[in-house]
């Protein structure tokens, strides 16, 4: 955990902004269940536990079935969880008093965990509005319609919008204690790389590559930050099959990412030559793909939206393509038609944090876009996570990809779809190429930005070649 004095901050600037959102006296309870244990297969046999990202950034408590109350209107704060039993300490050994741990995170009033009831119970009673965010686990969805006597399905629809935006807008902001685990974080995922890269060789199995890179993650981690991607078919953007013997020829896609014991994450691509030098043809599609991230780095300052950093460097990857007459025709209009959907269907980065993808699980657009933005409709540009104007403590990846995907060509060969700026006599020879993506972790500084972690991983193809001789 952080010192006690950050959780007491957070949430007295999480109370200041709610107390923005109503009179006072009408402002009513913030509620916050923290994650449980889930069965794998029986109630003994649980999934590896991850607490709640929202309540360990407000309570940093990182144990199964806490929860919380804030009241609005006093700034009375209360936690709710349950002493161990005898039988507990059978199998679990001692463990602190809740009052001990509540007390390490500054909240100095707890209660047994069934005492949640009967506070929501009488809040409700008096009619005072009961805040809380949309619950990501279904246990949570059901604690939380229980507590307010409303359908499961009623749930998300209750949430509360001004609860979220408030803690939407801290989180966005990192503070220089999560900087520091943010940069831990990339440490590690840099490191995980690291390992991939020196085990890939010809005839190995890909799930070889996968055990010794997530190895890394557990010695000095907690894990993954999200389930990796290994593969030689990187037109397939999320590809999470590990089966394959690693062939000469092809182009190994590594997205990846560590999670450290803060429960901070890291998310790196990078792609790799199997035989360790790329062809002709590779390295020129590489180049664009590499030039392209370099691009949207020297863009990414405060001020700018990620929208327009995204617009930018799908320009730039068409010129490219342009000049390997893959693409023909004006560029800006073809910017505006969307025509780099075709070869980037994702946008060019998401928030990073506690979730890999940070707070997409309080609503993705809530947390990537600005109440000015409208999400565009557009291939590629419609999955843009991240599209905010930027300002310092956002932390975002720069993730540019070209790929080629044969039913997607076809498709919009067949619905013209490309008003006639694609080359499909020349694209259709790129049918076996695979995919291409490389991505950094980068935070916004007072006057630009700087990429997280301390090493970053060779990128440049004479770089990344030289490194796989080694």
């Known amino acids: 955990m952080f010192a006690k004095e950050v959780y007491v901050a957070r949430r007295r600037t999480l109370l200041e902004k709610m107390s923005q959102t109503a009179p006072h ?4 309870i913030a509620l916050f269940i923290g994650n449980v244990e889930a069965a794998a297969q029986y109630k003994d046999n649980a999934y590896k536990f991850r607490q709640d990202s929202s309540w360990l950034y407000l309570f940093g408590l990182d144990i199964p079935r806490y929860a919380a109350v804030i009241d609005l209107d006093t700034a009375e704060e209360m936690i709710f969880a349950d002493d ?16 001990s741990l509540a007390a390490e995170v500054g909240v ?12 929501v119970a009488k809040a409700v009673s008096q009619g005072r509005k009961v805040h809380f965010l949309p619950p990501s686990r279904w246990y949570n969805t059901m604690k939380t319609a229980s507590l307010l006597g409303i359908p499961d399905a009623a749930v998300a629809g209750s949430s509360s919008v001004n609860l ?23 440490s590690l995922g840099q490191e995980m790389h690291t390992v991939a890269r020196n085990n890939v060789r010809l005839g190995r199995i890909e799930q070889e590559v996968v055990g010794a890179m997530e190895g890394a993650t557990l010695a000095k981690g907690w894990g993954v930050s999200f389930p990796t991607i290994l593969t030689q078919h990187g037109e397939t953007l999320h590809n999470h099959l590990h089966d394959k013997v690693i062939e000469p020829g092809k182009l190994m896609v590594i997205d990846a990412g560590a999670e450290n014991n803060m429960h901070y994450a890291s998310d790196f691509t990078r792609t790799l030559p199997t035989g360790g030098k790329f062809t002709t043809r590779q390295r020129e599609i590489y180049q664009i793909v590499c030039d392209a991230n370099e691009y949207g780095f020297s863009l990414t300052r405060p001020g700018i939206t990620y929208r327009e950093v995204h617009l930018a460097v799908a320009r730039q990857m068409l010129e490219g393509l342009k000049a390997l007459d893959l693409v023909r025709g004006d560029v800006d209009e073809m910017v505006n038609l969307g025509i780099a959907g075709l070869f ?14 940070d707070m997409e699980d309080l609503g993705e657009n809530l947390v990537g876009y600005d109440p000015d933005q409208t999400r ?17 403590g956002n932390v975002i990846t720069d993730e540019p990809g070209i790929y080629f995907i044969p039913a997607l060509i076809d498709k919009w060969k067949a619905e013209g779809t490309d008003k006639g700026f694609v080359n499909y006599a020349r694209l259709e020879s790129y049918y076996d190429f695979g995919g ?35």
Do not use: F
């Open 164 to 186: 979220t935006k408030a803690l939407i807008s801290m989180r966005l902001v990192k503070e220089a204690c999560e900087i520091e685990q943010l940069d831990n974080a990339g």
């Open 25 to 28: 006296g009408s402002r009513g």
């Open 344 to 357: 980037q269907p994702h946008g060019l980065g998401h928030n990073m944090g506690l979730d890999v993808h």
């Open 84 to 99: 161990v039993e005898i039988g507990d300490i059978i199998w679990m050994g001692p463990q602190p008093s809740v009052s």
């Open 436 to 470: 291409i993506r490389l991505e950094d972790d980068v935070l916004v500084t007072a006057d630009g930005a700087r990429r997280t972690g301390p090493d970053r991983l060779p990128i440049q193809p004479d770089d990344v070649e030289a490194s796989m001789s080694i």
């Open 376 to 392: 565009s409709t557009q291939l590629g540009l419609g999955s843009l996570r991240m599209a905010r104007r930027l300002v310092p």
């Open 108 to 119: 100095s009033r707890t209660a047994p965990y069934a005492s949640l009831d009967a506070v």
